[in-house]
């Protein structure tokens, strides 16, 4: 059983930044895709950026290119969000996810993850 728990939520104003941590058990954190999403209240679950095993291949949604940076030290078996320039529209709840299958490329679909975080609550005031 993989564990996901994520932190560096905040309360922020807008055009400032934040960096999301999301801290996995177990051994073979290295072995498996990583994604970040986020639901903001009546909105159904969205992807938001997902890097590969080890790290070479990184995807992210249009609404956060060139704003947001997805990484990850498989050391510390951390996956980061560098979210920077944060909007209003940013404000949501972030679950980071484990993708166990083995793909060619990164998946966007929710479905295809197999393990998620509590989440960690980003606010963002205009």
């Known amino acids: 059983q993989v564990q996901l728990v994520e932190s560096g939520g905040g309360l922020v104003q807008a055009g400032a930044s934040l960096r999301l941590s999301c801290a996995a058990s177990?051994?073979?954190?290295?072995?498996?895709?990583m994604g970040w999403f986020r639901q903001a209240p009546g909105k159904e679950r969205e992807f938001v950026a997902a890097?590969?095993?080890?790290?070479?291949?990184?995807d992210y949604a249009d609404s956060v290119k060139g704003r947001f940076t997805i990484s990850r030290d498989n050391a510390k078996n951390t996956v980061y969000l560098q979210m920077n320039s944060l909007k209003a529209e940013d404000t949501a709840v972030y679950y980071c996810?484990?993708?166990?299958?083995?793909?060619?490329?990164?998946?966007?679909?929710?479905?295809?993850?197999?393990?998620w975080g509590q989440g960690t609550q980003v606010t963002v005031s205009s």
């Open positions: 890097i590969s095993r080890g790290g070479g291949t990184t």
């Open positions: 177990g051994r073979t954190f290295s072995n498996y895709n």
């Open positions: 996810a484990i993708d166990r299958r083995i793909r060619l490329g990164i998946t966007e679909r929710p479905s295809e993850y197999d393990y």
